[in-house]
């Protein structure tokens, strides 16, 4: 893959972050809901298969809009099948137990990017009266017969995913609960701007501590649009600045790629914000940075890979330090076999930059590997072969489509069969 134009623009699809989650909560509205704005990729497919399972109606006015109606949903145990192929399925339990009563679902799966537990989630259902248990790769959760009843929460560690669960599960609940370490990441406050938007009381999204004031009901007022993807917007960042581009990036929100902006900047790129739009032009080799992963408004673990992947190409030596996941160095294997010179132990790695990649067949270890991968291919001399590309279509909605439109020289070979294995949708 050889970039052979560097201008042009990208239009960036909704948030797979934000999505994963409000589709979920919307088990907990009354009636229809209608959402704009939603990514077409796998894991937003898997969900649906789920919501479907369950007994919602799922209309799609177009490929991105869509109505959900829940007023038939009568099951709460969720397809073992599908559930343990994402991470993000694990949004059913708080929006199921908040709305039902009870759930059950399998042990999340997703990338593998180390030690992934739910105790943090579990810890709020219990705050809220939810009984838990865990037994043979299921979680069995039920509420008491007159509901959950709100209640105080203190996070041990900062996790999207238990401050999510934690709002969907107080919802619905009898009184104010407080949430507090909560993470900050703007598909928290997308999932509280939806179900604020449905008739929900939650204060405080964006901030450490979340207050949820339990109402008897949801009932859809309106349409929803999703936000626009931060990483996807940040993939494509840093693509303009590895091919020395200039892309004008649209429909994405400035103020979420702050910690992006600034690392790039400092790499040399020149970044000018719009309203709704980024440019960003690179036209000289990029300077070594240093990086370290943080919640949010911190630099995004989802970006790692991706930055990785400039600093391999940089004049001098990065250093990146991974505080989220313990294994998200997996992929600095592949990118060895192009020819960067990486050397990664646990949770840091020193890159040193090279003068040129070289194509070769590489693996897509994960969702954010394979983004690394592909922009290591528009870079790298000769042709490069992408492996488990299910990966990559999990959160990047026509990718190759979107690269090919800014002059990259790029196909897909699916094997429907093998999506099909491994996601449990079809491609």
Not at 18 to 31: D, F, K, Q, S
Not at 163 to 184: D, F, P, Q, R, V
Not at 286 to 303: C, E, L, S
Not at 356 to 385: C, N, Q
Request: aromatic content about 6%; glycine content about 8%; some cysteine.
């Amino acid at each position: 893959m050889v970039l052979v134009d560097y201008r042009g623009e990208v239009t960036i699809s909704g948030a797979k972050n934000a999505a994963v989650a409000i589709l979920p909560a919307t088990l907990l509205v009354n009636g229809k809901c209608h959402l704009e704005n939603v990514p077409d990729i796998s894991d937003i497919r898997a969900i649906i298969k789920i919501l479907k399972s369950l007994g919602s109606k799922v209309e799609y006015i177009s490929d991105h809009e869509l109505i959900i109606d829940n007023t038939g949903v009568n099951i709460t145990t969720a397809p073992y099948d599908l559930t343990c192929k994402f991470r993000a399925s694990y949004y059913l339990l708080g929006a199921l137990i908040g709305k039902f009563g009870s759930a059950q679902i399998s042990l999340p799966g997703g990338c593998n990017l180390g030690a992934r537990p739910i105790d943090q989630h579990i810890k709020a259902f219990e705050s809220l009266g939810a009984t838990i248990g865990v037994k043979r790769g299921n979680v069995y959760a039920s509420a008491p017969k007159d509901g959950l009843n709100a209640t105080s929460i203190f996070l041990d560690v900062v996790s999207v995913g238990a401050t999510i669960n934690a709002i969907l599960a107080a919802t619905l609940a009898k009184g104010t609960s407080t949430i507090e370490n909560c993470a900050k990441e703007p598909h928290v406050v997308d999932v509280a701007n939806f179900l604020n938007s449905v008739g929900a009381n939650i204060k405080g999204a964006g901030t450490d501590v979340i207050k949820v004031t339990g109402v008897k009901e949801l009932n859809q007022n309106s349409s929803y649009a999703v936000i626009p993807d931060q990483i996807e917007a940040g993939t494509f960042m840093v693509a303009a600045a590895i091919t020395k581009g200039n892309v004008l990036i649209k429909n994405c929100i400035p103020k979420h790629m702050e910690p992006i902006t600034a690392k790039l900047q400092e790499a040399g790129a020149e970044v000018i914000e719009f309203e709704d739009t980024i440019r960003v032009s690179m036209d000289d080799t990029p300077r070594p940075i240093n990086i370290k992963t943080m919640p949010y408004p911190g630099f995004p673990t989802d970006m790692q890979p991706q930055i990785c992947t400039l600093i391999a190409m940089s004049k001098g030596t990065g250093m990146i330090i991974e505080s989220i996941w313990d294994s998200r160095f997996q992929y600095t294997d592949e990118l060895i076999k192009m020819g960067a010179d990486i050397t990664a132990h646990g949770r840091t790695a020193m890159v040193k930059g090279v003068d040129k990649l070289y194509g070769s067949p590489v693996g897509a270890h994960d969702l954010r590997a394979g983004a690394a991968m592909i922009l290591a291919g528009l870079v790298a001399h000769g042709r490069t072969e992408i492996y488990d590309i299910y990966h990559i279509e999990r959160g990047y909605e026509n990718i190759v489509e979107k690269f090919k439109n800014l002059g990259a020289k790029i196909e897909f070979y699916r094997d429907p069969e093998a999506c099909v294995k491994e996601s449990g949708v079809s491609c």
